[in-house]
C-alpha cells in the first residue's frame, strides 16, 4: 500500500463546535452557538470555491457501536485511495467525514466525542484532514438531531451544486425504533433501525437510534445519492420514505458483512470524474463478496424519481390480490432475513406467490424495471438461499403482527399503497 504524508488540521476558529447543545433541531437556533465566517482565510481550501459546479461527499459514520474497529479501517482506506486535489483557493470537489467511534474495541464506556473533518489531497500527495468541528459529549451520532445538525454544517460551509451521503452504521430497515426488542421475543442484539449508538457494559447497554421517518425529516437540502453501507436497508419502504430528499439509493436486502464497502474506490468512483458514479460504488461493492470465500451479498440501486409509478402499480395489485396476500404461507416467499426478523420479503415473490396474473405480473415488472437501475444478489446469504431477488423488500402481512402494523400504517408506502 502506497504511504502518504498525513497533516492533521484543526482550525482554531471552529473550536466553540464543542460545546454544542442538542436542545435545538437547528443549531443556528441556539443562542450561544457561532457560524464561522466563510470568508476567514488560513483555511485549507476555499469553502466558497466553486460551489456551482462542485460536488460535496458526506461518509456518516455513527460508529460508537460493534462495527467501531471496521469503520476506522473504512476509514484508513479512504486516506489511501484517491482524494480531492485541493489547489489553495479552489477545491472542485469536496470530501467531507463525520466520525463518531469507539477509542478502544468493544469500550462502550468512553466518551461520545465526534468530528466533522475535511480530506484532501495536496498537489504533492500529502493527505491533508482538516477538522473542522468538534462536537461536544452529549452528541448522539444515532439521532435525527445530530444528523440535522451535521447536514446543516455542510450545507452552510459547502454550497454546492449537488450532494451525496454514504451512511455507515447499523440498521434494520424501515422498522421502528426498538423494534428488535419489543416487537417479537427474540432478540439477538440490541437495537438498532438506522444507525446505532451503543453505550454502557454487557447486560446494561443503553441504546439511541432513530427510525426511518425521523431520517428523511433532517435533510435540509436534496441530496444526489444516498448510499447505506448498513444491514437490511434494501426495503420499498425506505426508498419511498426517502425519495422526496434524494435522487438514487443504494442498499442491501439483507445484511451486510461487517467490512461493508469498497472505501479505497469510493472517492475514484463518486468525486474525481466529471459526475459521481454511484451505481459504480454498489458495484464494487457486490463484486467484492462474489466469487470470494465470503460470497454472501445483495446490493441494489433506485432511482427514487421512478418509484411513484411502482406504488401505483402495487396499489392496483394489492387491491386485487387483498385476500391472497393476507393468506400466503410465508414459507413459500423469498425472505432476506435471520434471526427471525421476518420483515422483509422479496417484494415481487410477494405478488408471485399471492397468485397473481401473468399479465399482472409483467405490469409490475414493468414498475420494477423502471425504478430499479442495478440489482446483484449472491446464491446464498449465510445461512439461507437466495433463489429470486428483485432488488427490494417489503413487509408481509401475513407475516406481521397487530403491534407493527399499527406503525407500519403510518409509513408513507403504505399511505401511497394501502397494502394495510
Known sequence: MKIKKIILFLNAFLVTFATLSMQSCDPAEDADFIWPSHNTTGFPGDR?????SRHVLLVYQAGFNTLSSYM???????????????????????????????????????????????????????????TLASYGSDVISADSKTLHMVLQDVKRMFPAKSYGMVFSSHATGWLPAGATTNYHTISKSPERSVGQTQTGTPGSYLCYEMDIKNFAKAFPMKFEYILFDACLMGCVEVAYEIKDICGLVGF?????????????????RLLKGSTPDPVGVVSDFYAQYEGTPLPYCTASVVD??????????????????????????????????????????????????????????????????????????TANFLSFKIRTHCGMSMYLPADGSAQM????????????????
Open 405 to 420: 402494523n399499527v406503525y407500519y400504517r403510518e409509513l408513507a408506502w403504505n399511505k401511497a399503497t394501502n397494502l394495510l
Open 72 to 130: 476506522e479501517e473504512d476509514y484508513d482506506d479512504l486516506l489511501s485511495g484517491y482524494l480531492p486535489v485541493d489547489h489553495h483557493s479552489r477545491a472542485d470537489n469536496i470530501l467531507l467525514v463525520y466520525r463518531q467511534t469507539c477509542s478502544e474495541r468493544g469500550d462502550y464506556t468512553g466518551e461520545l466525542s465526534s468530528h466533522l473533518i475535511k480530506l484532501n489531497s495536496t498537489a504533492d500527495g500529502t493527505v491533508v484532514a482538516d
Open 252 to 268: 442491501s436486502t439483507t445484511e451486510v458483512l461487517a467490512d461493508g464497502y469498497e472505501y479505497g474506490t469510493l472517492c475514484e
Open 304 to 377: 427514487c424519481t421512478e418509484i411513484d409509478h411502482l406504488a401505483q402499480t402495487c396499489g392496483r395489485l394489492f387491491e386485487k390480490y387483498r385476500s391472497q396476500i393476507r393468506s400466503v404461507n410465508p414459507s413459500n416467499v423469498q425472505g432476506f432475513f435471520r434471526f427471525n426478523w421476518h420483515w422483509f420479503y422479496d417484494l415481487k415473490d410477494i405478488l408471485v406467490q399471492s397468485g397473481i396474473s401473468s399479465e399482472d405480473l409483467a405490469e409490475l415488472q414493468e414498475a420494477l424495471d423502471e425504478c430499479v437501475v442495478f440489482d446483484k444478489a
Open 48 to 52: 466558497q470555491g466553486n460551489e456551482e
